[in-house]
Structures are given as C-alpha cells and as structure tokens.
C-alpha cells in the first residue's frame, strides 16, 4: 500500500487561510488517485476534495468549491489542499487519501492532521 504523510494543520481564524501537504512514499508508481477527507467531532468522515494523479482532473464538495483547491505534484509525490476563507464549520481532522490503479476509489489513508477554525 501507498503510505502517506500529512502536515500543515493548524490554529487559525475564520478568514484565514492555511495549506495542507500529503507526501507518499511506497508504491507510488501505483497511484490512480489522491484526496482530502475530513472529519469533524461528532461527525462522519467527508469527501472534501479530489485529484486525478494522471490527468489532473479534480472535484470538490460542494461545502468547499470555490474556497479550497487540491493540487499536486508527482515528482514529489505530494498533493497540496490550500484552504481560503476559512469558517468555523472547516474544523476537522483532514485526511489525506491515495487510490490504486484497479481499485475504486481510495484505500490508503494517512494518520489525519488537525485544522481548528476559532470564529
């Protein structure tokens, strides 16, 4: 499986704006797909954003469009979740996730990094 690494979560005010970062290691010859989760208390785990490794083609929640935006780069096998305008209700975990060639949808995860939103 493709591990993955997050960081980048933080503190911040509503308004602000933060990047979180995903590196993988591992397999990553295998990569099909990368996104975003999150999850906040109380909570089940969402869909935040997505990235085609290979064509780049990307898709978002619509709790998120037009604020957040993913990116990645495959020389580092990384992808990048920069979070605009952020509110409240963006308090989560985030969750970095990878998909395989021939599987659909992801099935690896990394440990989850904090995001906190203080109105």
């Known amino acids: 499986q493709v591990q993955l690494v997050e960081s980048g979560g933080s503190l911040v005010q509503a308004g602000d704006s933060l990047r979180l970062s995903c590196a993988a290691s591992r397999r990553t010859f295998s990569l099909a797909r990368m996104g975003w989760f999150r999850q906040a208390p109380g909570k089940e785990r969402e869909f935040v954003a997505g990235i085609s490794w290979r064509s780049s083609i990307t898709n978002y929640s619509d709790s998120v469009k037009g604020r957040f935006a993913i990116s990645r780069d495959n020389a580092q096998n990384t992808v990048y979740l920069q979070m605009n305008s952020l509110k409240p209700e963006d308090t989560a975990v985030y969750y970095c996730?990878?998909?395989?060639?021939?599987?659909?949808?992801?099935?690896?995860w990394g440990q989850g990094t904090q995001v906190t939103v203080s109105s």
């Open positions: 996730a990878a998909g395989t060639l021939g599987i659909d949808g992801f099935n690896s």
